[in-house]
């Protein structure tokens, strides 16, 4: 802890404040994630990543830096990590998932601003996360007009390169993307003064499809019937996975797996028979925004999928990894990330067809559609979600939330009944 503390002080943190989230953070993750049991062994390393989130992988990218390598932090799954890792460089997700950035943020962007972005921006001004202090460059992206405005104020602040992404999917978007990729590789040969080759991307490119695998694999065990984890733990290794080192990431993730693989061949469940699987879909959940996991499985229900950029859309399919020169690797590379389906495109009816495959891939009794207060982008396109699941006799709750605890009672309530009426 001491060591941490130097550290901290080094990269120009406000150590008070930043006492103030170390004191709640231990709390919180205990009440949600040690009071659960049957927790599978391999959760250990998670827990222990989780434990010291602001030290161990903070010292390991400053360790990064001390070597000459530099590091990208992204907000958004489009960005491709396998660019940023083909120059020898890290790329960490910023995402912010708590209440205590969001004041820090609301200083500068509107109040009706999603909270996902307030946080983001009050990570980074009021200097309370090592992650947003340690990147040398932030890559942001146009996927939503708060983010674009909010990479605006952050580049007073950061360097901030932004990524064009197109909002529909014909042939024609897809090749600007792959104009945009190739921008980006530019941009960190530049920073890095490193080459990006055919050999590198391909390793990269490797790289990040194992990562892709193991998740994979994890979710698989989510679709039978004895669940061999629980939803809040998956949660965490899905929110892990944006910031560990990808490839000890990976290892850890099928060493779990091994053992999840294990306990679903002795028929082992960490639930009961009779409780309710429950699929979310909707805005991303980050780190550490555990509030609905929680909510449910504490009452009667087990989350067994999330459709969002924590879950699904995070590791559904692979870049086609035999091209062989840089050119036919980026646009393998722009036609897997185009393949995500997030709110921000029009029409985004791919979404829709994800959602009703995988409530039944993972035999959901129910979903919740979860929007984080003040996105547009995902409240609107709930209208048709919802009435696409009711149409394939698939139960449905909307839900809005933030980071607060105020409606945590609400929340509680109205999912209790929604599980009740699964129960019938
Ligand atoms: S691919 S969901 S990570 S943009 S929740 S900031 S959209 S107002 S986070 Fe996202 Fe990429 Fe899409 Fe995923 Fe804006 Fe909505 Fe906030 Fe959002």
């Not at 130097?6 to 930043?18: A, F, I, T």
């Not at 019937?225 to 949660?235: C, E, K, Q």
């Not at 879950?311 to 897997?336: C, H, M, P, S, W």
Request: charge should be negative; charged fraction near 30%.
């Amino acid at each position: 802890m001491t060591d941490n503390k130097k550290m901290w002080g080094d990269l120009g943190m406000d150590l008070e404040l930043h006492d103030q989230l170390c004191e709640v953070l231990p709390q919180a993750f205990g009440d949600v994630f040690l009071s659960q049991e049957d927790r599978p062994k391999g959760m250990d390393y998670y827990n222990m990543v989780v434990a010291d989130i602001h030290g161990i992988r903070p010292s390991e990218l400053l360790e990064h830096q001390k070597k000459g390598g530099k590091v990208f932090g992204t907000f958004c799954i489009y960005v491709p990590d396998e660019i940023i890792f083909a120059v020898d460089g890290i790329a960490t997700g910023l995402c912010g998932g708590s209440q205590f950035w969001v004041p820090g943020g609301e200083k500068v962007l509107p109040i009706n601003t999603c909270p996902l972005i307030k946080a983001s921006v009050g990570a980074r001004l009021d200097k309370t996360c090592p992650f947003f202090r340690i990147a040398d460059m932030y890559i942001g992206e146009t996927t939503c007009d708060g983010k674009k405005k909010a990479w605006e104020i952050l580049s007073e602040d950061v360097e901030t390169h932004v990524m064009d992404l197109p909002q529909m999917k014909r042939a024609k978007d897809i090749e600007a993307w792959a104009q945009e990729i190739s921008i980006l590789k530019e941009k960190v040969e530049k920073e890095t003064g490193k080459k990006i080759t055919a050999e590198k991307l391909s390793e990269s490119i490797k790289l990040i499809n194992g990562k892709r695998k193991a998740l994979q694999r994890l979710y698989n065990c989510r679709k039978k019937s004895n669940l061999p984890i629980t939803g809040t733990d998956s949660l965490l290794i899905s929110q892990i996975a944006f910031y560990d080192d990808p490839k000890r990431f990976t290892e850890m993730t099928n060493a779990l797996c091994d053992e999840l693989e294990k306990r679903i061949e002795d028929g082992f469940s960490v639930v009961g028979k009779d409780i309710k699987r429950i699929m979310l879909t909707g805005t991303p959940l980050a780190i550490p925004n555990w509030k609905l996991h929680n909510i449910i499985e504490t009452s009667g229900g087990v989350v067994v999928c999330e459709e969002m950029c924590t879950g699904t859309r995070y590791f559904e399919n692979l870049v086609d990894d035999t091209k062989e020169t840089v050119d036919d690797q980026i646009q393998a590379i722009a036609e897997r990330y185009m393949n995500i389906n997030c709110a921000c495109f029009t029409p985004n009816t791919g979404r829709i067809d994800d959602i009703i495959r995988l409530a039944k891939e993972y035999d959901a009794d129910g979903v919740i559609d979860v929007n984080l207060k003040f996105c547009n982008l995902y409240d609107t396109e709930g209208y048709f979600v919802e009435r696409e699941l009711k149409k394939a006799g698939i139960p449905v709750l909307g839900l809005e939330t933030d980071y607060t605890d105020s409606d945590a009672q609400q929340l509680r309530t109205r999912i209790s009944a929604f599980i009740e009426m699964l129960n019938g």
